[in-house]
């Protein structure tokens, strides 16, 4: 984490914890964390990046990934993916790894 800003380092390498799993229902990706039985709904791109998570990654791997998948310009991808990965390891469902 960046202690300045309070956003994931660009450098931090992050993965999903085993104790969560996704599922398709109706069209829509379902992550449930099975710690506590709290269930959240992804959007594609909450989903797309969730996918790259089984795995330790870097956060501007995922970055660089995103925007080229999504075409979108990569300073805007950059907030939101820092944010979408902020919440996620806000609510426990990744771990950062130094």
Do not use: K
């Not at 660009?10 to 999903?16: L, P, R």
């Not at 449930?32 to 956060?59: F, I, K, M, Q, R």
């Not at 993916?81 to 990744?94: K, N, S, W, Y």
């Amino acid at each position: 984490m960046d202690d300045a800003t309070g956003g994931l380092d660009g450098d931090a390498t992050v993965v999903a914890i085993a104790e969560a799993i996704t599922s398709t229902v109706g069209g829509e990706t379902v992550l449930l964390n099975l710690d506590d039985g709290t269930y959240y709904g992804l959007n594609d791109v909450g989903a797309h990046l969730w996918d790259h998570l089984d795995e330790p990654t870097t956060v501007t791997t995922l970055e660089r990934e995103t925007a080229t998948a999504f075409g979108v310009d990569r300073e805007t991808c950059r907030a939101d993916v820092q944010a979408f990965l902020t919440e996620l390891h806000d609510r426990g469902l990744i771990e950062v790894q130094s």
